[in-house]
């Protein structure tokens, strides 16, 4: 009998998809303007393209959406999009009431990227 972890697929979608591939399946999760301020850009315009594969975004960006879309899988595994664009979107206790967008957004990703992911697993065990 194997043991599935929570979040694993979604883990491993985020790191073997290609950024096409990722940034569309972000963009269904989160929608294209949430999409657009974790990869702090100003407009969907670049969402779109990235999503299309006519613009790359910068290397920095891209390990923010893989990160935003193993956070957002976890999440998608439990519940609706709609409660998964809430949680990143809500201030979040467990994030010193910093939302977890704008924690990806804007913190060193080395340290925002496990706050994040653990906020979120504690999140999906309770709800």
Do not use: C, K
Not at 21 to 32: F, I, Y
Not at 81 to 87: D, L, N
């Amino acid at each position: 009998m194997s043991i599935v972890t929570p979040g694993l697929g979604a883990y491993e979608r985020s790191v073997r998809a290609d950024v096409p591939q990722l940034v569309s399946a972000l963009r269904e999760l989160l929608g294209a303007q949430l999409v657009a301020y974790v990869g702090h850009v100003a407009e969907t315009r670049a969402v779109r393209q990235w999503a299309e594969g006519e613009r790359e975004p910068a290397a920095s960006t891209t390990q923010r959406l893989r990160v935003a879309y193993q956070v957002a899988g976890l999440l998608a595994e439990r519940d609706n999009a709609r409660v998964v664009q809430a949680w990143f979107q809500g201030m979040n206790p467990q994030l010193d009431d910093v939302s977890p967008a704008r924690l990806l957004r804007t913190g060193d990703l080395e340290t925002a990227g496990p706050q994040v992911l653990a906020a979120a697993r504690a999140f999906a065990a309770v709800g």
